[in-house]
């Protein structure tokens, strides 16, 4: 499955046109994703779209400003953090080749039961080589038989379903021979992000989210419409920038983009930064007053 450059001008153009109007008839091309239990806590699994794979609600990001701020932790703090997450039953981790977190992240999963953990990361490759390259080096990196989810990174033009299609290739290839799980990508801009609603080689997305529009691709009257018709698909969904990686100046904003979010229906899991572990406490308080607050409303 994939992107011919008719299907994706005629979707890019759909997508334009329909961009504020929910979603369309036009785009339930594909099996519609399993439908979600309700959720409890931040650490319940979800299915993510069609791909099999559940992770946590909640996931652990390692990517906060570049990656500066989890880095500044050391090998040692990152470990203490990550299995503090782990201990209150987080099992997912994002990471990415940009934030230079994968040997910090190999420690910290060193030990653990891998087939209990979602870890995905992304390859800024823009030749098939060089992401051929890199998924092995991930995988060495990581020092994993297999990477959960790997995401091309930081699409930032709306050709990219064209542009990119040797890199998708290959991660085609090493979904098929068992070396990744999932693919996708992160999108960065209003034209990747439209242009790839039709875009159907895609299997799980990163999308910028949040009810501030802080670091997001566009406004979130804009950016919410489109994830709609992305998980219309039976796509993945994964959430990104909760908190527009400034942490927002207090408690009662952080509930709001939670809630946000989780009540977006659109939203499979999500990944916050962190560097301290009272506020991966404080955020798993949270995810439950706002699925209180749901259940009640």
């Not at 996931?59 to 990152?78: C, H, K, M, N």
């Not at 919410?224 to 796509?235: D, F, M, N, S, V």
């Not at 989780?262 to 404080?282: C, H, R, Y």
Request: net charge positive.
């Amino acid at each position: 499955m994939g992107c011919t450059r008719r299907h994706f001008l005629a979707g890019a153009l759909a997508a334009g046109a329909s961009g504020l109007f929910g979603v369309s008839g036009s785009v339930a091309q594909g099996t519609a994703a399993p439908a979600r239990p309700k959720i409890t806590s931040g650490t319940d699994r979800v299915s993510l779209g069609r791909t099999g794979l559940k992770p946590t609600v909640l996931g652990i990001g390692t990517g906060t400003r570049g990656g500066s701020e989890q880095l500044a932790l050391g090998q040692e703090g990152f470990v203490r953090l990550f299995r503090h997450a782990y201990e209150r039953g987080i099992r997912y981790i994002d990471t990415a080749d940009m934030y230079s977190m994968h040997l910090f992240v190999r420690f910290a999963i060193q030990g653990l039961p891998r087939e209990e953990l979602f870890i995905l990361t992304k390859t800024m490759a823009k030749h098939p080589e060089v992401a051929k390259a890199d998924i092995e080096r991930f995988r060495r990196e990581l020092r994993t038989d297999y990477l959960d989810c790997i995401l091309m990174h930081c699409m930032t033009k709306g050709t990219f379903p064209v542009d990119m299609r040797p890199v998708m290739d290959v991660l085609t290839e090493a979904k098929q021979k068992g070396r990744v799980r999932a693919i996708g990508i992160s999108s960065h801009g209003m034209d990747p992000l439209r242009a790839s609603v039709d875009c159907d080689w895609i299997e799980v997305q990163l999308v910028r989210i949040n009810p501030f529009g802080q670091n997001m691709d566009g406004k979130p009257e804009e950016v919410l419409p489109i994830c709609q018709k992305i998980h219309a698909t039976g796509r993945g969904v994964l959430g990104m920038k909760i908190y527009g990686e400034t942490g927002y100046e207090s408690r009662e904003k952080r509930l709001q983009a939670l809630r946000y979010v989780l009540q977006s229906g659109v939203v499979d899991a999500f990944t916050i930064g962190f560097s301290k572990p009272e506020q991966i406490d404080e955020t798993l308080e949270l995810i439950r007053q706002a699925l209180t607050s749901e259940q009640a409303g």
